[in-house]
């Protein structure tokens, strides 16, 4: 409908640019476009201003040629004007109601479409440095990545999803030697103290500082590692007892200047391939991957392809070379920078003065591989805001460099997350929030709201639905917070909030999908096919109509999602939708009693127009729901 009403607009216009939006305020129509108001700021003839003419007379004059036009008519109800001089249309209740046939008949379908068909596409999201765990703002970066691949698959395209481990440098080389330091069971810190390893003393860092010696502790370590703590000692997921090991080690690296030298000398060794840090290198590194993978299970997160720093990290500066002579790069006080002036960017160091290559050079590296891998239309690097100028060098560069035009990379920006109250967050510091701990958190809340809620659900529920019902609702929780906001707007994130079964919130919505879920149950039978509600006579109430309006606007919310990375338009929009169901529930009966005299009668005889009415536009609601809440992520509990 929206795109013949945008021809039709065109050919009444003479215009070739038709923007038309789906109003907030439904008494404004089903579309409004703003065409009369362009079309009047674009006047050169000032005689015709001063005559009197002004957007609401354009609008009237487009408005009449629009209810001659035989075609639209067919399904447009009405066409109005509204100050300034907007036109708003209303669909025909016969359109509405195929709209509602269509998502009947299409189910999980509803909304897809070929817009980006035949398109390939490789989305990196989920990069975590492996010496850690993840954290509550690497959730951000998850959540939209995937989302975002989700929407890409149902609108055509096919996606791979990649991610880099930054398995080398020196932030590698603080956790071994934190590793083999503060782990060593003669460090002299018991293993209540390294669970609480942020309340861990200077003093005690001190202490162990002055015992260090990273090649002696590695020696010993390769002779007998029973001397040293592994993460089922301190009865932890792998890679959160790797982050102890990487913090203890961040602040005596901070602390000294001997552990810093020591540090330096361990990153040395494994360039050179020493066998034995590779090996106590490749065991904190399983450990992290075995942790990570855990999560990744947990939250739904795919990666189809994973690429390793340590496997690409030589590579890279034969672009440079090449770079320098076609004019990319130049030299400069020793240094060797981006030449990034026609494209009105700062320019930036590729290789320091010193000969060691920033990052941009594995960047580069990284990227010649991705091409020569997987030949796709697009890239995507889900990176957080603060990077947004390098990846426009980055790019900019790539395209200098002839790996391919800009307009096939785009970085996926987002924004910090904090706590409502809080401050940024530093893993350094050891002052983060892990998603594991939040997840645990608000498994425990969901718990508790289940068992003061409903006895009687928890008492059907098996040990196994139940667990899966806790699971399903705190991780819906978490994801619906951190995507219900525009990407480039800091969360302050609430578990509360989050976790509330009211207002705007994933269990909300979760509870709306259960809701219908439940009306359907109870209709225990089929209800009239909705193609015999075509034509029907049915007096349409306030609350069903907003439905049927609500409903045709599905394909363009997923449309619009996607084309903008913005899946906080989803979320708006499911969350307009259950307002509007659970209104209609409030306050009409959707099933007419049926009195029998007998208990779990079935309401399917003598079920009147209403009624099968009523049921279309509840399975309509459940469905949307459902793929809406797929495409973020969430799955839906059929009871709750």
């Given at each position: ?13 003479g ?46 004059e487009?408005?009449?040629k ?16 509204a ?6 249309f ?68 096919r996606v ?35 669970l ?12 162990v ?61 494994w ?23 855990e ?44 030449n ?28 010649s ?27 900019a560069?790539?395209?200098q ?11 996926l ?5 904090n ?8 893993t ?23 068992k ?58 979760q509870?709306?999908y ?18 015999d ?6 007096q ?53 009693n ?42 839906v509990?059929?009871k709750?």
């Amino acid at each position: 409908m929206k795109d013949q009403i945008i021809k039709t607009l065109k050919k009444v216009t003479g215009q070739k640019e038709i923007h038309l939006e789906s109003p907030e305020n439904e008494e404004f129509g089903d579309y409004s476009a703003n065409i009369a108001m362009q079309l009047f700021a674009r006047t050169k003839n000032k005689e015709q201003r001063t005559k009197g003419e002004n957007p609401m007379q354009v609008a009237v004059e487009i408005v009449n040629k629009l209810k001659a036009d035989k075609e639209l008519t067919k399904y447009i109800d009405k066409i109005e004007v509204a100050g300034p001089g907007f036109i708003n249309f209303w669909l025909k209740k016969e359109v509405l109601i195929d709209g509602l046939m269509q998502i009947d008949s299409k189910k999980e379908n509803y909304g897809k479409s070929d817009i980006y068909g035949g398109k390939e596409i490789v989305l990196e999201h989920t990069s975590p440095n492996p010496q850690t765990t993840i954290m509550l703002g690497h959730l951000r970066n998850n959540f939209l990545g995937m989302s975002i691949s989700n929407l890409l698959e149902f609108s055509g395209a096919r996606v791979l999803r990649d991610a880099i481990v930054n398995d080398r440098g020196i932030h590698i080389c603080r956790s071994i030697w934190g590793y083999l330091n503060f782990a060593s069971k003669k460090s002299g810190i018991k293993i209540d103290e390294l669970l609480n390893y942020k309340e861990i003393s200077q003093n005690s860092i001190e202490s162990v500082i002055a015992k260090s010696g990273w090649r002696e502790s590695l020696n010993l370590w390769i002779q007998d590692k029973s001397g040293w703590l592994v993460p089922e000692d301190l009865s932890l997921k792998p890679d959160h007892a790797n982050l102890i090991w990487y913090v203890l080690g961040s602040k005596a690296f901070k602390l000294s200047k001997e552990v810093e030298k020591q540090v330096k000398e361990i990153l040395k060794a494994w360039e050179e391939e020493d066998k034995d840090v590779w090996h106590v290198w490749k065991v904190i590194l399983a450990w992290s991957e075995k942790g990570y993978d855990e999560t990744y299970k947990r939250i739904g997160s795919v990666h189809d392809q994973v690429w390793y720093e340590s496997e690409l990290y030589k590579g890279g500066k034969e672009f440079v070379e090449t770079g320098l002579k076609k004019g990319v790069f130049q030299r400069s006080k020793g240094a060797i920078v981006t030449n990034l002036k026609k494209y009105n960017l700062a320019d930036t160091v590729v290789i320091k003065s010193d000969g060691t290559s920033t990052y941009m050079v594995f960047d580069l590296n990284l990227t010649s591989k991705k091409i020569e891998k997987f030949k796709a239309d697009l890239y995507i690097w889900t990176i957080g805001l603060e990077q947004s100028l390098y990846f426009k060098q980055m790019f900019a560069v790539c395209e200098q460099l002839e790996l391919g035009k800009r307009e096939q990379f785009f970085h996926l920006s987002y924004a910090l997350i904090n706590f409502k109250g809080g401050g940024k967050m530093a893993t350094r510091e050891g002052s983060v929030v892990m998603a594991d701990e939040i997840l645990d958190q608000l498994e425990g809340k969901t718990r508790e709201i289940i068992k003061s809620s409903n006895q009687k659900l928890r008492a059907r529920l098996s040990d196994k639905e139940n667990s899966d019902l806790v699971k399903q609702i705190a991780l819906a929780a978490i994801k619906y917070s951190l995507l219900k906001v525009s990407r480039e707007t800091t969360i302050y994130y609430d578990m509360n909030e989050s976790i509330s079964l009211e207002g705007n919130s994933g269990p909300y919505l979760q509870y709306t999908y259960a809701r219908t879920q439940s009306v359907l149950r109870k209709a225990r039978g089929k209800r009239q096919e909705v193609k015999d509600l075509k034509g029907t006579t049915l007096q349409l109430n306030v609350e069903e109509e907003l439905l049927l309006r609500t409903f045709i606007h599905f394909p363009e919310i997923i449309e619009e999602a996607v084309r903008n990375y913005s899946p906080n338009l989803l979320c708006n929009y499911l969350y307009d939708l259950a307002q509007k169901y659970n209104l209609f529930y409030q306050k009409h009966r959707i099933l007419e009693n049926v009195d029998s005299g007998k208990k779990n009668t079935p309401y399917t005889e003598h079920r009147s127009p209403t009624t099968s009415f009523r049921l279309t536009l509840t399975s309509a609601t459940g469905q949307i729901l459902k793929t809406g809440l797929y495409l973020l992520g969430i799955k839906v509990p059929e009871k709750m």
